[in-house]
């Protein structure tokens, strides 16, 4: 919500796309129930997800790269830092193609 500036946590569009984080299993430390990251963004006004990767139903995602856990984050009191050169988390997916005849 305070991303868009409007109030609006939801987007709406006709568009066949999946969260690849909410499609590979993640630790409760570092996934929302939805299975979102809990943060992918901090600074000192901030700490939040604001990042996804999103796919098409022709992709199945294999494996997650895993944000760090809040506990640890809060240690830096915000990134950038002199460890981590952007205030964003890294997101990772490895995808395979849904279709058994295609190669992975």
């Known amino acids: 919500m305070l991303a868009t500036g409007t109030g609006a946590s939801h987007l709406i569009h006709q568009l066949q796309l999946r969260s690849a984080y ?3 299993p993640g630790s409760s430390r570092t996934r929302e129930n939805s299975g979102e990251p809990l943060v992918t963004s901090y600074h000192s006004k901030f700490m939040g997800t604001v990042d996804y990767l999103w796919h098409t ?13 809040i506990d640890i984050l809060r240690r830096t009191r915000g990134l950038p830092s002199k460890k981590w050169g952007s205030n964003h988390l890294a997101l990772v997916c490895e995808l395979a193609f849904a279709d058994e005849g295609s190669e992975t």
Do not use: M
């Not at 139903?57 to 856990?69: K, N």
């Open 22 to 24: 909410a499609g590979v």
């Open 57 to 69: 139903t022709e992709f199945v995602p294999l494996r997650v790269l895993d944000t760090l856990p």
